[in-house]
């Protein structure tokens, strides 16, 4: 009832702001940013995303422009947060056409953080870094100081998280230090988890407070109040005060359920099963871990959704940079055809005796538009060296190489995960267990237990060989 009265209240000061008041350009600006920022303080989501929604059809009846741009990164944003990055990345590329042949860079630097965001959310830290770095660069362009600002410290905290995703510890630090000139909670309580892994518990929970102190005298979204009692829970827990850490993990449940914030209600799960276990009591615990088990599925499929989208993404802008690509060697290619013709025509005219010349220098030209033309496919010594360098780009060379072999598997087996494809990749291109084993940076054993979970997932039977198996597929 009281999401329903949420949803009637904003419908009706849409509908008061529309008909009576007749919306303006102003009114948006400020319902895009004060009231924006106001409702995501409050967890207030799906408002987020009626308001947006209404207010994109006002700028389209306007024709205000960056208004339109504007809400869809606002919705991009806020459906990071409730992890539909599929939808997320779809209202970032809107946006970004929308923005082809402007220069704002205010917004150019919004829809490279919100790409960066997705990316990171899905594991992609190197390609996240990258479009951080995108929006750093144009948020110094930036002419309102504390828009800048804002826009800066939000780039070094995401930063900060990729590179410690990635193990880079002194970016990691250097992005903190330039956070700290004004924290925010999850600084801190990313700071107390590295001293729970160390086993420092006064140190985290020294970490711990001064996020709190945060809440009470800065304006907080309220999932920093979520996380920040979600870290009271695991640090009780630590300290084996489990019925004081089932507190604050319920108080922090019951914002994350509300507010739709998938992953802070998943790890709210798996602590509170953790605490039912450390008080025996293996009921409860099984029953957060049964709730714990469904929600993961159900963000896992979100995020193989947003994960295929980057990777059909990144296909098609290779495939538009090799037709681009392709365009270019062909006019090279005329081009050197047409000056040989004329020369050899000129030869050939004025001197008989210089048909040597005239066919040497047929042979070279043949000879350029040949190397020319290699150049426009990739070869498998490429694929085996992209292997070798873990470069994310191999699936999508793979698929341009084996787009065959690659559709049907994913057709027939639209469960097999990320792994499960690379590792059908590795077989397709008849790499050894030894050669997996080195370019994936695991044991031989390791790669015989893939490929072991790979038979049953296929659901093959013993006396077929996995190889032949793929070879033929």
Known sequence: MTHLKNIFIVLLLLLTCTFKSQITIEKIDSLQTTTFRKLLKNGELYKIVLLETELRKECQRLNYENGKIRGSLNLANVLIIMKKNKESLQMVEMAEKELKGKEEYDLEAYMYFVYGKNYNFLGLHEQAIKYFDNAFVLAHKIKDQKEKEKRLYSIYDWKRNSFEYLGLMDSVYSNERKCLKSPMPMLYITIAERHFKLHNIDSAEFYINKANELLTTQ?????????????????????????????????????????????????????????????????????????????????????????????????????????????????????????????????????????????????????????LKEKLSYTYEELIMLAK?????????????????????????????????????????????????DYDHISVRTVESKKYRLRKRLKLSRDIDLYKWIQDF
């Open 389 to 437: 360098q873990s470069d994310p780009l191999f699936m999508i060379k793979f698929r341009g190489f084996h787009p065959d072999f690659y559709d049907c598997l994913i057709s027939k087996y639209p469960d097999l995960n990320s792994n499960e494809m690379k590792l059908c990749a590795f077989l397709k291109l008849n790499l050894s267990n030894k050669q997996i084993a």
């Open 219 to 371: 304006q907080i979204p309220i999932e920093g109040k979520a996380n920040v009692l979600r870290a009271f829970g695991k640090l009780n827990i630590e300290k084996k005060n489990y019925h004081k850490a089932l507190k604050y993990l319920f108080s922090s449940l019951k914002i994350t359920s509300k507010a739709q914030l998938g992953m802070g209600t998943l790890e709210s799960y798996k602590l509170i099963a953790g605490t039912y276990s450390g008080l025996n009591l293996p009921e409860l615990e099984n029953k957060y871990l049964v709730k714990y088990s469904a929600l993961n599925d159900s963000l896992q499929q979100e995020e193989n959704a947003g994960i295929n989208m980057i990777i059909k993404r990144m296909h098609k802008e290779q495939a538009d940079q090799e037709k681009r690509y392709s365009f270019v060697l062909l006019y090279v290619i005329l081009s050197i055809v047409f000056l040989g013709g004329v020369i050899i025509y000129f030869v050939f005219k004025f001197s008989k005796s210089r048909e040597r010349i005239k066919d040497a220098v047929i042979n070279e030209k043949v000879k350029e538009s040949e190397h």
